[in-house]
């Protein structure tokens, strides 16, 4: 057990030092000042096994981590992609309402210019009509004007049958 004699030579002199030794006082010096000494009594290849057992101790468990860290990362990864297609699924869902709205709108738009287009041909048949009545009402104006214009004349001939003419005297023969 080469770790162990190392180990024993520390403890021993640790123990050399008393714990009243290490109270501090203003005046004493610090607890930390006698270790230098006593690190030279360590020996070089004390510390290499020391690292080496500390190395050995911590390795696989920080080779453990490493693995499971690359997994985590590698879960996370997966993970994103999902998570990309799932948004780019919800994109094409809003792109498929917006396309619905759309259509909604066009259906809405399409129902006015239909509800225009009743309105205009009504309107069309109304003015028709008016137009075929302004007509009739001209031409019966235009009738009774005419009928009116020619009572006129025949008042105006009338009258100048009533109105008395001189006679014209004629020569009667002798009887």
């Not at 024993?8 to 501090?24: G, I, N, P, Q, W």
């Not at 009594?41 to 690292?51: F, G, I, S």
């Not at 709108?105 to 287009?117: D, S």
Request: glycine residues 2%.
């Amino acid at each position: 057990m080469a770790l162990a004699e190392p180990l024993e030579a520390k403890e021993a002199a640790l123990r050399a030092h008393s714990f009243d030794d290490l109270a501090v006082d203003s005046n004493d010096r610090s607890p930390d000042e006698g270790l230098e000494d006593d690190f030279s009594v360590v020996n070089k290849k004390a510390v290499e096994q020391l690292t080496e057992g500390l190395i050995n101790h911590y390795v696989p468990d920080l080779q453990r981590s490493k693995l499971a860290l690359k997994e985590l990362t590698q879960n996370q990864e997966v993970l994103l992609e999902t998570l990309q297609q799932e948004i780019s699924k919800f994109k094409e869902c809003n792109s498929v309402l917006d396309i619905n709205v759309l259509f909604s709108e066009a259906k809405h738009y399409h129902n006015k210019l239909v509800n225009i287009r009743k309105e205009m041909m009504m309107l069309h048949e109304k003015t028709s009509k008016l137009k075929k009545r302004a007509l009739k009402l001209q031409q019966k104006r235009q009738k009774e004007e005419l009928e009116r214009e020619q009572q006129r004349e025949k008042e105006l001939e009338r009258e100048k049958q009533l109105t008395a003419k001189p006679a014209k005297r004629t020569s009667k023969p002798d009887m």
